[in-house]
């Protein structure tokens, strides 16, 4: 799986936009941009993934470039409770096991 | 998705001892994963579990040290045997469903070793 370079800690005030980064330079054209979160003491959570084009969930937005050779994570109204680490992991469509790199801690502050 | 139950949540325990942490999920699936996350780190794959079959273990890691069980698709264990402090983890099972996949875990174990 291609490496992904993300920033390791962000600070985001509560009600704003939390814009996480994700570098992923040497993707290749089949990968898939995935994204997870750990909450303190649990395990990670799927929040988002796409291919090319941007994607939209309950829970967030996924902003791929054109080239894709980055994405980012926008949390459009964070609360407390989204402060976690983010991790932004490359993978194929069909793949198993993931590989995780540091992730970014978030932190949501009053 | 996938409901995925670990035991025990946390456990304290002599080192040379051994730990044997359970996995249930909601639904029958071809492959478990076991992963490992030391304090303040990201979590590492430690093997694949694959029921009927022996267990697949990435480098750095060894059937010895970590057993495997996956008597059926909804269940696997993993042991630590002969614990250390090194072995402090917290410890994770992950299925994966759907196409494009998608991963879930159970909540972890947390193993401290005195």
């Known amino acids: 799986d291609a490496k992904t370079t993300q920033p390791t800690s962000m600070d985001c005030a509560e009600g704003r936009a939390a814009n996480l980064p994700c570098n992923h330079s040497?993707?290749?054209?089949?990968?898939?941009v995935y994204w997870y979160r750990q909450i303190h003491s649990q395990g990670p959570q799927y929040i988002i993934h796409?291919?090319?084009n941007n994607e939209t969930n309950e829970m967030a937005s996924l902003i791929i470039t054109e080239d894709r050779k980055s994405s980012t994570l926008i949390l459009p109204h964070a609360t407390l409770r989204d402060t976690a680490v983010y991790y932004c992991?490359?993978?194929?469509?069909?793949?198993?096991?993931?590989?995780f790199g540091q992730g970014t801690r978030l932190t949501i502050n009053p | 998705s996938a409901v995925i139950s670990q035991k025990p949540s946390r456990d304290i325990c002599q080192r040379g001892t051994s730990l044997t942490i359970q996995c249930q999920v909601d639904?029958?699936?071809?492959?478990m994963f076991w992963y490992r996350q030391q304090p303040g780190q990201s979590l590492t794959l430690i093997a694949t579990?694959?029921?009927?079959?022996?267990?697949?273990?990435e480098s750095g890691f060894v059937i010895d040290k970590f057993p495997i069980s996956r008597p059926n698709l909804t269940f696997s264990t993993l042991t630590v045997s002969n614990m250390s402090p090194e072995d402090s983890s917290i410890y994770l099972c992950?299925?994966?469903?759907?196409?494009?996949?998608?991963?879930?875990f159970g909540q972890g174990t947390r193993l401290t070793v005195v």
């Open positions: 992950s299925v994966v469903l759907g196409f494009p996949t998608k991963a879930f």
């Open positions: 040497t993707i290749s054209g089949n990968e898939y």
């Open positions: 796409g291919l090319k």
């Open positions: 992991i490359l993978h194929l469509s069909g793949a198993q096991k993931l590989v």
């Open positions: 639904s029958q699936v071809t492959m």
């Open positions: 579990a694959n029921q009927g079959s022996e267990a697949t273990y």
